[in-house]
């Protein structure tokens, strides 16, 4: 009895003096604006919240909706964080079973002979001796300064962190696939101003031989056309290259083998139409909403908890064993009442003859958490940095897409009134070929800030880290979401 008077004396100092050592985490307060610089007014009447649940369906374009259900499913990039992520958990289970006695069973059995120079004088047969034991031995430490409990508080910050890298991740793929979308969207209309200017300058040509083989023209006219004709056809290759780029990015970014999208992407669409302003809320609700910031302040909450880890060294680490067994010289007499053992036992640790290196480890966990404070108040510098920088991008995107579509109507226009007066006989060639070189460049600088526009206002998306589903990859070790 004196074995169980001394396992509930245990248990009764463990309910009284458990305590956990260390610094309790509290999220760090860090200043930021009330509002941002270039936000839209909050009253404006036609202003968009940057952050609609699943933005990429604002664009009304099934196909981008479809590519980034596809991407969220299998993207590799998200199946390592989702290991990741796995991981985390599965170290935090383990963790938790700290708090529970480790449970062991052994048995034994042996069948030994002594040599006659061991025991000298005794019988062949009696140097013979067997042995057999079974039994079940548990050891459980008593957590009575929180060493354990900091352990399993450090590895549930290391899961959310992981959480929150994988919903970052998500973020990050999602955005990429849209603006490589849009990227592949604006080059096919650059694509397809080459080409229509192309065939412009092909007629153009056409109609100065036509003057030459009248007798009407020169041929440093026709010479003229042509260079402009070959100039502009050289424009073609380069972009043809970059859509090839861009179709396979979007299908290595979807899982798929480079080639695998060609035949559907091949088909140009246009770009969409954005609302006419985007509201990017306060500094306090996207900072609510990125995962890099949650990412950051989960790993400086590990941080802070392993502070505690390495402090309860500096205590004694009490454990409680016991043992229930049987020992006997026959296998057929275990388990009898006369072969039953028992111990129970109350063991002590303490390495205070080593507090040097406790000290040292204690150091190392508070230069652990001062970098991880130092991370938390970069990130969320950064993540308004980046808000601020795609407001202002986006804005002045949106400047330059207007006078630029301007620019494209007025040139366009111009290079008809040209060809008029040039068949009239009122203008030379040199003024057609000028205004149909600056309709080009009008134009294909139109599309691609148009372009540049659009994708502005995914990265406006993106900073804003708004309407992330909370899913997961497919997980190809079991077919299934997990």
């Known amino acids: 009895m004196t074995g169980y008077r001394l396992m509930i004396t245990s248990l009764l100092a463990t309910t009284l003096a458990a305590c956990s050592v260390g610094p309790d985490f509290v999220r760090p307060d860090v200043p930021v604006p009330e509002a941002f610089a270039r936000s839209p007014a909050k009253a404006a009447a036609d202003a968009t919240p940057a952050v609609d649940p699943a933005f990429w369906t604002t664009f009304g374009d ?112 999602v955005g990429q696939v849209a603006r490589t979308y849009f990227d592949l969207r604006g080059l096919q209309e650059r694509l397809r101003v080459a080409r229509g200017n192309a065939d412009n300058q092909r007629e153009t040509l056409r109609l100065v031989d036509a003057r030459l083989r009248a007798g009407r023209g020169t041929e440093f006219d026709t010479a003229r056309a042509r260079a402009q004709l070959e100039a502009t056809s050289a424009r073609i290759p380069a972009l043809e290259a970059q859509v090839a780029f861009d179709m396979h990015r979007l299908a290595v970014l979807v899982g798929r083998t480079p080639d695998a999208l060609v035949a559907d992407l091949e088909a140009p669409r246009a770009l969409p139409e954005l609302p006419a302003r985007l509201d990017a809320g306060t500094p306090g609700e996207l900072l609510a909403r990125r995962p890099d910031v949650a990412a950051a302040e989960q790993r400086l909450h590990a941080a802070t908890a392993r502070i505690g880890v390495a402090t309860a060294d500096l205590f004694p680490r009490f454990t409680l064993g016991g043992l229930v067994g049987s020992q006997a010289v026959d296998a057929g007499a275990l388990f ?109 600088a139109f599309a691609a800030a148009r372009t540049r526009t659009v994708v502005s206002a995914v990265a406006l998306y993106q900073a804003m880290a708004g309407g992330w589903p909370a899913r997961m990859p497919v997980d190809r070790r079991v077919g299934r979401r997990d």
């Open 62 to 173: 099934p196909q981008l909706t479809a590519l980034v259900e596809q991407a969220l499913d299998a993207n590799h990039d998200l199946r390592i964080a989702l290991a990741s992520y796995d991981r985390a958990n599965a170290l935090l289970r383990g963790a938790k079973f700290d708090h529970f006695p480790t449970i062991t069973a052994r048995a034994q059995g042996s069948d030994g002979r002594s040599s006659s120079d061991q025991v000298p004088g005794v019988d062949r047969d009696a140097r013979d001796a067997e042995s057999y034991s079974a039994g079940i031995q548990a050891s459980w430490e008593l957590d009575l300064f929180g060493r354990i409990r900091r352990g399993v508080e450090a590895g549930r910050a290391d899961a959310a962190a992981s959480a929150a890298d994988l919903a970052a991740a998500q973020v990050a793929i």
């Open 336 to 444: 009898e009442r006369d072969s039953e053992t028992r111990l129970v036992a109350l063991g002590v640790d303490w390495s205070f003859l080593d507090v040097g290196r406790v000290r040292a480890r204690i150091a190392a966990a508070d230069a652990g958490a001062a970098g991880a404070l130092a991370r938390y108040e970069q990130a969320v510098l950064l993540a308004l940095e980046d808000t601020e920088n795609a407001l202002v991008r986006h804005a002045r995107a949106r400047v330059e897409d207007a006078h630029l579509q301007n620019a494209a109507s007025d040139s366009a226009r111009a290079a008809e009134l040209a060809h008029v007066r040039f068949e009239a006989g009122a203008a030379d060639l040199f003024e057609v070929l000028d205004a149909e070189r600056t309709r080009l460049q009008a134009q294909d």
